[in-house]
């Protein structure tokens, strides 16, 4: 028995490869991502004496932009549109430092840091006052929530259509793969939006979280990033042949969403290399986009880097799903078997 397995596992490259890539994978995401320390926060300093304060603050503040003709609207501005961390407001004393709260970890240490400063700064946490963690981790957990489905539900979904033949039948149906896909998947895009409202609703209702933006931008982020994910799934099942190496596959996209997103550990905090792998994950930017409409009540204009993101990944995906999926629907890819119970079919109708 011991040999059997030892010889079904060699055959089995992909559980071979996933047996020796994850815990070496987790090592280096652990142990380059696993930070909650911030180094640094951008920072900007306007009114009549911001260029006197922007040169007396500590290296702790990497200061980008010096107005001293904006006042307060300007920052507050800054602040909602995520383009600083902190925003010092001089021309009167104390100087007060509006500070975005939506950012956690990174406001908890801007906090810690102008605590030491004294009594020449006041310190005005915006978006989340009393830096609750649930405020900031609600947003993502929807994003994470809408992952789960997207990927481990769809793909697993596909898989069964491959594993019970039916799938293979679909080949002889007068309808284009695209079509399939978007069929296929439109169920699981509802349920998602129905577990995408509710989470919400009762993020809200239990934990207190606001939702200062706009509903309309919220759900056209959220449908962005569905399409993404969904996407993802069908791609998965095209490269799954049982149900076992779709939950692998899955939870090797879904892992890496999940520690380098931003959503545990500050991206600020990660090193360069494991911070631009969370880049390319689409849970980064929902996040963005989550946070900045619940939470700050960002417009469109301001997240429009998110959507751009989001957008070009939704026709990638989708068109790389589409295409891996023709080619598996064609005849010369089935087994003879398949192929001949597909001519069956075709000549049965």
Known sequence: MIVKELRELRRDRRTLGMLVAMPLLLLVIFGYAANFY????????VGPQAAAVAATLPPFFDVTVVEPSSGEAEAEA????NTV????????????????????????????VLNRVGDTVTTDVQYNPELKTSWVMVPAIIGLILTFIGTIVTSIGLVRERETGTLEQLAVMPIRPSQVILGKISPYFLVA?????????????????????????FALGAALFLFVVLGLGVFISTISQTTGQAIQTA???LLPQILLSGMIFPLDAMAAGVRWIGYLLPLTYFTMISQGVMLRGASLASLWLPFLVLTVMAVVVFTGATLRFRRDLAPGRRGPESAREASAVESTS
Request: net charge negative; hydrophobic share 55%.
């Open 78 to 81: 800054m602040l909602r549109d």
């Open 251 to 253: 939870f090797f996209f």
């Open 193 to 217: 939006a129905v577990d995408m409202t509710i989470i919400t609703g009762l993020g809200m209702l239990l934990f207190g979280v606001p939702f200062n933006g706009n509903v309309v931008v």
């Open 38 to 45: 911030v180094s640094s926060v951008t920072a900007a300093v």
């Open 85 to 112: 961390d902190v925003a010092f407001v001089t021309g009167q004393q104390p100087v007060r430092a509006l500070v975005d709260g939506s950012n956690l970890f990174a406001s908890e240490a801007i906090v810690s």
